[in-house]
């Protein structure tokens, strides 16, 4: 079956940078999927981070993301990054890729979800 793996996370100051990963098992199921990034901080519901559609061509930020982070792929290589700059003790989250659909205005994950990779911003 497809697995979605992370990797990148870790412990980091205010102000400095991640980059994320996302690998799929199945190339070819990659393809053809449109990927995102959510989070997840402890006491708190998941919340979108950013998508990407199938080609790359198109993206989509969460206000917070929007202007720091840059999602990205390469669909050869079934991998997608999460590219994170000037990163806030608030971005402090479980980061997890996975597909997504767009309804009614919402991003949301369905059907395939990555385990997480753990990011820690603080001083």
């Known amino acids: 079956q497809v697995q979605l793996t992370e990797s990148g996370g870790g412990s980091v100051q205010p102000g400095g940078s991640l980059r994320l990963s996302c690998v799929a098992s199945g190339p070819l199921f990659f393809t053809g999927r449109w990927m995102g990034w959510f989070r997840q901080a402890p006491g708190k519901e998941r919340e979108f981070v950013a998508a990407i559609t199938p080609d790359g061509r198109t993206r989509d930020y969460s206000d917070s993301a929007a202007g720091r982070f840059t999602i990205s792929r390469e669909n050869v290589e079934a991998t997608m990054w999460l590219q994170m700059n000037d990163l806030k003790v608030e971005d402090t989250a479980t980061y997890f890729c996975?597909?997504?659909?767009?309804?009614?205005?919402?991003?949301?994950?369905?059907?395939?979800w990555g385990q997480g990779t753990q990011v820690t911003v603080a001083s």
């Open positions: 996975a597909t997504v659909q767009k309804r009614r205005g919402t991003w949301i994950g369905y059907e395939y």
